[in-house]
């Protein structure tokens, strides 16, 4: 995939906050990444880590009170943290478009299938009822759900979760966004659903040319989809890397620690039936700790590790790791994921 | 070993298990203005029914018909009713009988009401059917004339107030237990227990019941505003505490012809109720809030 | 003689319509479901939303009550117990449960919710329950000093070992693993799989794993069953079943199941239409109308559950 030279989007320190009656919450804590026309970057970590702040910051879905957006969002050049309602809401749905992660809950259950996803060229492209409608049953049609005639008159409730959730995606692609934010897609369906999702996802990729971030706690997922990672921890960047390059060589500890941890059909045959896992949970937001974030559940910190943050390290074109031990010896070789234990 | 770190939000009493859910409630009713507004007026009337006799000695109820409806002054600061007593002094004895029968009516309906609404949400079946239609038939009059209707069989007097308005609590506490009973019934929790081998009468003391509390602390101190309410109607009617008995609505109607010449007579027990049921309003507003379990996790 | 022997297990869930509650029909959340689990194995359950997995481990507890089957733990059948000795028996088969946040009473602190199934089953006294539940904390990775605070305070992985620790209490022989780990972090969840094992080993524990995540299933299992709207489709160890699948269904659910590694290049099998809903199951295979290697026999008649050489198990008219 050839970047082209200007990023579609591109966010620079971002940092948001919330106020909250128990103290300030840090979710996400200076976050940069940039993804380019066509492109498909991975959004990974567990909870907590700000990946889905991170989306709604973009579209500035945050209540602000009590959230705090600061840094540079620039999309086509342009900080979208400096436009006003009118404009981010123009932009919302059209250029940029989201899908959630519950298709349960985030489908209107009073409007009809048909009338949700007629809504956004209705009022972006100023679609006559009727041209929508037409519009938003062939969306339906390409997001290959049988009969989209009928489907689009009923109600969310009629259809599956998976039927729910191609709909969601037919909303997305409605007006031909540049940028599609996909969070958690897949991950409350059935697996032969989610199956039929990536297929589609994938063969959408290729008609459409959109950019996605993708936003998931699934490594499986993120193999198969993304063709660049970022990896986040407790509203931090650990690590970044083009796809390949992330598992077959991850250099911070805690994308070691991850891939490690993720039981693959068929491994426990060469690693024994001991999972390689990360001691301790994700800190709490308000009470982080000092120095790198990561440093009282990584097994190789060392004492500079528990004073100071680690700054970024470049390792080549969209590769970078956020650690000291990369700052200290950066030829050392790193260990392969998942071999043996921990302890 | 993993390196345990438990994600507890940061707070004082951490330490020896004092972070029970009650007592987060109880830091968060203490920021609620209103429950404290009202909680404080209740605790005045309290102490006005305890001390009583010390903040006004002598007979409240024995007649002076020299002093008959004189307004407020140095002397009498509330003034006088139609038969010469102080109002304030009867005012005062009256927070006694009130608050009687706010206790009196709602112990009916948590003695009665509790155990009848666990069984039938928990065990369900006929009982609970049969029970729920006894509940409708009582439900289907509104309160306040059901009170009515069994006074008119009970006859009228102190324990007779007590004994109509507390049958007619009864029915709104099963109501309020059975629904409470039904979800909690469907909990994980529940289940564990049952997997654990607890007997179904320990899962109901122990797990439904202190879970089942929240409603019901809540229905309790708007039940006894409600209480105070209805023997004020009562009263005021003349069919509920009988004079010479200083009760705040009995008040409220022997001074209602009065209330053109001697505003006084009536305003001021008019007043005494409502202040009394509206902190019980405030106090039970607030007990939602605070025991609402919603844990910022 | 092994330590469960589930043998045509059903549940069948009646459908009432109109004022009078009429029965219209029934759903087979569990429709003739057979298995063993001998002691200090795991036997892995695994199949979509609506298979009724969860339901086959609530019916073995008898926290549903079967339709009908038989059910022998320890050589006697669950299901013609009376209650009490039916709470006696439950000491040695307990289970845990998949919500960390709604499988512990919020009212009640840790040691309590540990001590329950102690105190329902012992008489001892208030110290030496106190001490058995402090070797149980440290069992599961938990410090004792915590005894005294509540669910909330902890995170969802701790609480889930909360409830590992309430499952252990009584030294069972059998726990059954309702989807312990799926709502757990990934980092969390290979906490908790690796302390089952380890606790596995300890106590030569046997396990019932009922969970959606088929790795997760493989990984800690030695036999795995597959159901399906009700059905196991098929069983087998978990090599030869993840090298040698022979239920279509089996095949497209391995398929389906993304691998982390970007150098794999997977052929997938995508199966048209939605899992179906045990209302409606369609005639025959419960399978077929999703079947790409379906004949006519398929939707004529309902295949058996035959043992095709070396313990694997299939039901499915093409082998």
Request: net charge positive; hydrophobic share 45%.
């Amino acid at each position: 995939m050839k970047a082209s030279p200007a990023p579609l989007l591109a966010v620079q320190d971002l940092r948001t906050r919330f106020h909250t009656l128990d103290g300030v919450v840090n979710a996400v804590d200076g976050v940069d990444f940039d993804i380019h026309r066509g492109e498909t970057v991975g959004l990974v970590g567990e909870s907590g880590c700000g990946k889905t702040v991170t989306a709604l910051s973009i579209l500035q879905l945050l209540r602000r009170p009590p959230a705090e957006i600061q840094g540079r969002i620039l999309f086509r050049g342009q900080n979208l943290l400096e436009l006003d309602g009118e404009e981010i809401r123009k932009i919302r749905g059209q250029a940029i478009s989201m899908i959630f992660q519950e298709p349960m809950t985030s489908l209107n259950p009073v409007l009809t299938i048909g009338d949700q996803i007629s809504e956004g060229s209705r009022v972006h492209e100023g679609l006559t009822r009727q041209k929508a409608w037409h519009w938003a049953v062939e969306m339906l049609r390409r997001v290959q759900i049988p009969d989209p005639d009928a489907r689009a008159r009923e109600y969310p409730h009629k259809l599956s979760g998976g039927m729910r959730q191609r709909a969601m995606i037919a909303m997305a692609l409605s007006c031909n966004p540049q940028l599609i934010l996909a969070d958690e897609p897949t991950t409350a369906l059935d697996v032969t659903i989610q199956a039929q999702i990536m297929d589609l996802m994938l063969r959408l990729k290729e008609e459409v040319a959109t950019a996605v971030v993708l936003i998931t706690h699934d490594l499986g997922i993120i193999a198969e989809m993304a063709s660049r990672v970022v990896v986040m921890y407790a509203g931090k960047v650990m690590e970044e890397a083009p796809v390949k390059n992330l598992f077959k060589d991850p250099r911070h500890p805690y994308t070691r620690g991850l891939l490690g941890s993720v039981p693959v059909i068929g491994r426990k045959v060469q690693t024994g039936r001991r999972l390689r896992e990360i001691p301790g949970v994700v800190p709490s937001l308000l009470r982080m700790p000092q120095g790198c974030r990561f440093h009282p559940r990584c097994p190789e910190a060392k004492n500079i590790c528990r004073e100071q943050e680690p700054s970024m390290v470049s390792l080549g074109e969209h590769r970078r790791v956020n650690c000291w031990l990369e700052i200290e010896n950066p030829e050392k070789e790193a260990p392969a994921p998942g071999q043996g234990g921990m302890e | 070993m993993t390196e345990i770190n438990p994600k507890a939000a940061p707070g004082k009493n951490q330490a020896k298990g004092l972070d029970s859910p009650l007592r987060r409630s109880w830091v968060k009713l203490r920021r609620n203005k209103a429950a404290l507004v009202g909680g404080t007026m209740i605790l005045i009337y309290a102490a006005c029914a305890l001390l009583a006799p010390v903040l006004f000695s002598g007979n409240p109820s024995a007649p002076n018909l020299a002093k008959s409806l004189d307004p407020p002054s140095i002397d009498q600061l509330l003034g006088t009713d139609e038969l010469g007593r102080s109002i304030l002094g009867r005012i005062i004895h009256g927070s006694q009988i009130s608050l009687l029968i706010a206790v009196g009516v709602v112990s009916f309906g948590l003695i009665l009401g509790v155990p009848l609404g666990l069984v039938s949400g928990y065990y369900g079946g006929k009982i609970d059917f049969g029970l729920q239609r006894l509940t409708d038939m009582l439900l289907a009059f509104p309160g306040f004339l059901l009170a009515l209707a069994l006074v008119a069989i009970l006859g009228v007097g102190l324990k007779n107030t007590v004994i109509s308005i507390g049958i007619s609590m009864v029915p709104i506490y099963i109501r309020l237990v059975r629904g409470c009973v039904l979800s909690v019934r469907e909990e994980i929790y529940v289940e564990a227990a049952r997997a654990s081998g607890t007997r179904d009468r320990v899962i109901l003391l122990k797990h439904i019941l202190p879970n089942v509390m929240v409603p019901i602390t809540v229905q309790t101190s708007l039940g006894m505003g409600t209480a105070i309410l209805f023997a004020a109607g009562l009263g005021f009617l003349g069919i509920g505490v009988q004079p010479p008995t200083p009760e705040w609505g009995a008040m409220l109607g022997s001074a209602r012809v009065y209330i053109f010449n001697a505003p006084h007579a009536a305003t001021f027990p008019g007043i005494a109720i409502f202040l009394a049921v509206l902190s019980f309003n405030l106090l039970g507003d607030g007990l939602r809030d605070a025991l609402d379990p919603r844990f910022k996790l | 003689m092994a330590l469960l022997e589930v043998q045509n297990l059903k549940k069948y869930f009646p459908v009432k319509k109109g004022i009078l509650s009429r029965t219209i029909g029934f759903v087979r959340a569990v429709d003739r479901v057979s298995f063993s689990i001998e002691q200090g194995e795991t036997l892995g359950l695994v199949g979509e939303s609506g298979c009724g997995k969860t339901t086959v481990g609530r019916a073995i507890l008898r926290l549903i009550e079967p339709t009908s089957g038989q059910v022998r733990f320890n050589g006697r059948d669950l299901l013609g117990l009376d209650r009490e000795t039916l709470r006696r028996v439950r000491a040695s088969l307990q289970i845990i449960f998949q919500d960390p946040y709604s499988s512990l009473n919020p009212r009640m602190n840790v040691g309590q919710i540990i001590a329950e199934p102690i105190r329902n089953h012992l008489e001892i006294s208030s110290a030496e329950i106190k001490e058995r539940v402090a070797h149980l904390m440290e069992k599961v990775g938990l410090h004792p000093e915590q005894m005294s605070r509540y669910p909330h305070e902890f995170s969802g992985g701790q609480r889930q070992r909360i409830g590992i620790a309430r499952a252990l209490a009584l030294n069972p022989l059998l726990i059954i693993c309702d989807e312990p780990v799926s709502a757990l972090d990934v980092s969390i969840q290979a906490q908790v799989i690796n302390l089952l094992a380890q606790l596995q080993e300890q106590m030569n524990l046997s396990y019932l794993f009922i969970a959606h995540d088929l790795s997760v299933v493989e990984h800690i299992s030695n036999r795995v069953a597959v159901m399906y709207l009700g059905n196991i489709v098929e069983l087998a160890n978990d090599q030869e079943l993840y090298r040698n699948p022979l239920h279509p269904y089996t095949q497209a659910l391995l398929s389906a199941v993304p691998i982390p590694d970007p150098e794999v290049q997977k052929k997938r099998i995508i199966l048209q239409g939605d899992v179906p809903s045990p209302l409606n199951p369609p005639t025959g295979c419960a399978f077929h109308p999703r079947c790409q290697k379906r004949e006519d026999i398929c939707w004529l008649k309902e295949p058996e559950f035959r043992v095709l050489g070396g313990d694997h198990w299939v039901a499915c008219h093409l082998n």
